[in-house]
């Protein structure tokens, strides 16, 4: 993909997760990427397929993956480092239009999220597993699959389990995680995974 397409794509993606798509018009990404609406229209056809190709871009080339720490532990440790940065610009307006009215987009979107929290889940307990800081005994498929429905059932404004605060709140994400570690961690592991938690947290009060 080209510099100028990713260039492109990133601005869009900031302006729908901060506004969601329905009030962010060809103008307001123009105005944002610093081009004129005639360039903008050599490369997307109109706003649907602007939408279709942030969003491609998005799952593609923006998802956060587990599969590239140093440990189990750590992996988990930079994931919430990610959401810390991601939930300071989130909207839920961004789910919301999306929903109601690209629904085959949406759909796509989500089977692809499941998809990846069950695969890296799965990456991540084996890895946790092969270096002692998880318990031996672990279903991995079904600690996964329960990973799946905590994270797009529980976690999901729709289901007005948490309100909108709750859902993009740092402390309820870390409440999560320290319910999912206390299930699998070994004594080791839970003991690594405070040491580390406690030391992101003193740096972000300093």
Known sequence: MEEKIKYLLDKIISLYLRYGIRSVTMDDVAREAGISKKTLYQHFKDKEDLVEKAMEYLMNEKTYSLSKHENAIDALISLRNHVAKVIKQFNNNLEFDLKK???????????????????????????????????????????????????LCTMHPDNAIFDETEVVSLSIFDKALDYHLRAICTEEGLKYFYKQLNKIKDEEIN
């Not at 979107?109 to 991540?124: A, E, G, L, P």
Request: hydrophobic share 30%; no cysteine.
């Open 101 to 151: 009215y690209y629904p085959s987009l949406y759909e796509k979107i989500k089977s692809f999220k499941r998809n990846q929290i069950y695969n890296d889940t799965i990456y991540n307990l084996k890895q946790g597993i092969k270096e002692g800081l998880y318990r031996e005994k672990i279903d991995v498929e079904f600690v996964s699959k329960l990973q799946v429905g905590r994270i």
